[in-house]
């Protein structure tokens, strides 16, 4: 009888440390779970918050701009496959000193398009290059009812006019515009090129 009462007595004893074994796995498991949630995912949700609550009011207002450009550029490419997105987003950065531009707040016109359209024009002051100095000149440019039909006439007439090639190459592209006289700035490719590497905006000619 006593034999029995020991193994008995042993069996309850290895019951016992079996369940403080699987209890602390899972208090364990608990922890490393909750470890992992902490380290990994909580990081990645507080870098990306203060990342955008720590850019200055120019910063968001220029991605605000860049957006605004991007999403009908974009959409023109698909349907006619004239210029690239990256050329149209950094020559209306350029043109239009971000969406700043008297041109641009009343005639709807970001890229500096001289001339009229559909009959409607007005005169502005503009900047131009003669004998190599900047002057302030008037002339009349575009008046456009929406941004959209801006964009499709800047394209239509760069890619009859000025970029001959039709090349898909933003950087060739900037060139042409340059060499075939679509600005007199003497730098204007080398702008255009620096602004889209600056602000990543050839991703969006693959969109």
């Not at 029995?4 to 699987?22: D, E, P, V, W, Y």
């Not at 779970?33 to 955008?52: C, E, H």
């Not at 042409?176 to 969006?204: C, H, V, W």
């Amino acid at each position: 009888m006593a034999k029995k009462r020991r193994r008995k007595k042993s069996n309850q004893q290895g019951a016992a440390t079996l369940i403080f074994i699987l209890a602390l796995f899972v208090i364990g498991g608990g922890l490393g779970a909750r470890y992992v949630m902490d380290k990994v995912f909580t990081p990645q949700t507080t870098q990306n918050s203060s990342s955008t609550t720590s850019l200055s009011p120019q910063q968001r207002r220029q991605r605000a701009f860049i957006k605004q450009m991007a999403t009908p550029a974009v959409k023109a490419y698909h349907e006619t496959h004239q210029v690239l997105p990256s050329i149209v987003i950094a020559q209306a950065i350029l043109e239009s000193s971000w969406g700043q531009s008297q041109l641009y707040k009343e005639a709807k016109n970001p890229f500096g398009m001289k001339g009229s359209y559909n009959g409607q024009s007005e005169l502005f002051p503009t900047k131009e290059y003669e004998n190599g100095k900047e002057v302030t000149i008037k002339d009349y440019f575009r008046v456009y009812p929406n941004l959209k039909a801006a964009i499709l006439d800047h394209d239509l007439v760069v890619y009859r006019q000025f970029i001959t090639t039709k090349t898909t190459n933003y950087a060739t592209a900037a060139k042409e515009l340059q060499t075939n006289g679509y600005a007199t700035d003497p730098s204007y490719a080398k702008k255009l090129i620096n602004m889209i590497k600056s602000y990543r905006l050839a991703r969006f000619d693959s969109y």
